[in-house]
């Protein structure tokens, strides 16, 4: 008798690949002394950019080796940034931001995961940094399990594929 996993659809399967990376929220003006840490244990800077529309965020990624896992920093650009209000209401700290997987296919992981009752922050997959697209999941996940912490699904951008 086949088991419950092996019943699985893998076409129905969000695709998800390996973690992309984790998200570190930096409090204003710490972002340097942050990039000169990571450096110090072996990282190095792959990318920098100042992400503006809703995010308002100056991000630096952060890569270990030769492998496609990295750390983001966000360092708020103005009051109204989210990663701004996380940190007030981690009083005043800086600290994980969310956890962000790779897929293969945003749209099919989107549909997928809209359709299994999963709540999805935004109205659809979005630009993001770096030439990705993005979208969030809520900290309350679903209606019977919430994980507690804020998940972005990315698709790398075609000159990274």
Do not use: C, W
Request: net charge negative; aromatic share 6%; proline share 6%.
């Amino acid at each position: 008798m086949p088991t419950a996993m092996q019943e699985t659809n893998i076409e129905n399967i969000p695709g998800f690949l390996f973690f992309d990376h984790v998200a570190i929220s930096v409090k204003p003006g710490q972002m340097e002394a942050q990039v000169n840490a990571y450096r110090a244990m072996g990282f190095h800077e792959v990318h920098r950019e100042d992400v503006l529309g809703s995010d308002q965020v100056r991000e630096v990624l952060l890569q270990v080796g030769a492998g496609p896992n990295l750390i983001q920093l966000l360092e708020p650009l103005t009051p109204e940034s989210p990663v701004a209000k996380q940190i007030e209401s981690n009083g005043g700290r800086g600290g994980m931001a969310h956890v962000a997987l790779r897929v293969a296919d945003i749209q099919k992981a989107f549909d997928y995961l809209a359709a299994n009752g999963f709540r999805i922050i935004d109205k659809a997959p979005r630009k993001g940094s770096r030439g990705t697209t993005v979208f969030f999941l809520h900290p309350k996940t679903t209606e019977a399990a919430a994980l507690g912490y804020l998940i972005e699904v990315v698709q790398e951008g075609a000159h990274h594929a």
